[in-house]
């Protein structure tokens, strides 16, 4: 999963640069509503709520934003409508991509995904031509310098994990089944130190980028994840860690 990990250390930097401009909080406040308005106010028998919750909470999201996303939700409080959708496309080099979106405007979002795809060198595809390429997983990160590899790999053992990723140089990431995730999440806490924890979609294959493909899949991604619909991105690039910190 090396592209997928290698993006997930940009994406945590970039997320600590996003939550100064209050951009990550735009985003899980949107979170929080839309699991609110789906299964009800209760984190304790919502779990989409519940994971919401987890991530405004390591975001040092203000509790009162919180309890009024949640109102919002489930219509004590005023507030946007959104939809939910998924775009599926192709970046540069054949990548296979999946957008999640939250919007409240899907006419002005489809042409801004649209735009972006061909600015960069992509192409919008027919629902479902490349969903069949991901599964979905749980990912935690957990930051190298905050527990030895020996040390995480024999406490692991005890978890009901798949796969942990040492590949990065900063993160260890530890692969969960989609079901398994809350409980492995309570379970690393009480281990070490959490960074970032989500469910994701994890590509079945990678495809190497090199030179102008890999440059311009990094811009995409970045021009993608700068847009406010936005709330998630999954692609199957591979590209090597020194092209990745030249786009650094």
Not at 170 to 188: D, L, M, R, S
């Given at each position: ?170 993160y260890y990431e530890i692969t969960t089944a989609p079901e398994k995730f809350n409980i492995v999440k309570e379970a690393v806490k009480k281990i070490v130190e ?27 991604m970045d021009a993608l994840e700068d847009n406010d619909d936005v709330q998630a991105i999954f692609a199957n690039f591979d590209i090597d860690s020194k092209e ?5």
């Amino acid at each position: 999963m090396s592209g997928h990990s290698k993006w997930s250390s940009i994406k945590h930097k970039k997320g600590k640069e996003d939550a100064k401009k209050g951009k990550i909080f735009s985003r899980i406040v949107k979170e929080i509503v839309v699991a609110a308005k789906a299964g009800g106010g209760d984190p304790a028998t919502n779990a989409r709520l519940r994971l919401a919750v987890d991530k405004a909470n390591e975001a040092n999201m203000p509790k009162d934003n919180i309890e009024k996303a949640i109102k919002r939700g489930i219509g004590e409080l005023p507030g946007v409508s959104y939809i939910e959708m998924v775009y599926e496309g192709y970046g540069p080099g054949g990548i296979a991509m999946l957008v999640n979106i939250t919007t409240d405007n899907k006419n002005r979002t489809a042409s801004e995904m649209r735009k972006l795809f061909a600015d960069y060198g992509g192409n919008l595809g027919e629902t479902g031509c490349v969903n069949w390429m991901f599964r979905k997983k749980g990912l935690i990160s957990v930051l190298k310098s905050k527990i030895s590899e020996d040390e995480l790999m024999e406490k692991a053992l005890e978890l009901d994990i798949e796969d942990i990723d040492t590949s990065d140089n900063e993160y260890y990431e530890i692969t969960t089944a989609p079901e398994k995730f809350n409980i492995v999440k309570e379970a690393v806490k009480k281990i070490v130190e959490i960074e970032n924890s989500e469910l994701t979609m994890m590509p079945n294959t990678y495809i190497k980028l090199t030179g102008r493909e890999a440059s311009s899949m990094l811009k995409l991604m970045d021009a993608l994840e700068d847009n406010d619909d936005v709330q998630a991105i999954f692609a199957n690039f591979d590209i090597d860690s020194k092209e990745i910190e030249k786009f650094q």
